[in-house]
Nanobody, 115 residues
């Protein structure tokens, strides 16, 4: 069983930066492609960044060039560096496998971009 715990969210001004972290338990983590997802109020959850076990990354167009996903297999962590944040980035951010597993969803971490 995998448990995922997200942290690092907060309130930031437009143009600011945040780094989100996801700590995973379970040895299966190193066999999974992983992703960061977000859900804004009234919107569907969307995949914003993903990283394969081999380190290949992909991003949704709206965050490309601003967000960077990375992982540390040895530490069982996945991170999301977010730069040049915009109000439309405001959402609850979650990590999960890619594609996501229903039983892996954690509590998420709130990111609010506002002046």
């Amino acid at each position: 069983q995998v448990q995922l715990v997200e942290s690092g969210g907060g309130l930031v001004q437009p143009g600011g930066s945040l780094t989100l972290s996801c700590a995973a338990s379970g040895s299966i983590f190193r066999t999974l492609d992983m992703g960061w997802y977000r859900q804004a109020p009234g919107m569907q959850r969307e995949l914003v960044a993903s990283i394969t076990t081999g380190g290949w990354t992909s991003y949704v167009g709206s965050v490309k060039g601003r967000f960077t996903i990375s992982r540390d297999i040895g530490e069982n962590t996945v991170s999301l560096q977010m730069n040049i944040l915009k109000p439309e980035d405001t959402a609850v951010y979650y990590c999960n496998a890619d594609p996501p597993m229903a039983t892996y969803w954690g509590q998420g971490t709130q990111v609010t971009v506002s002046s």
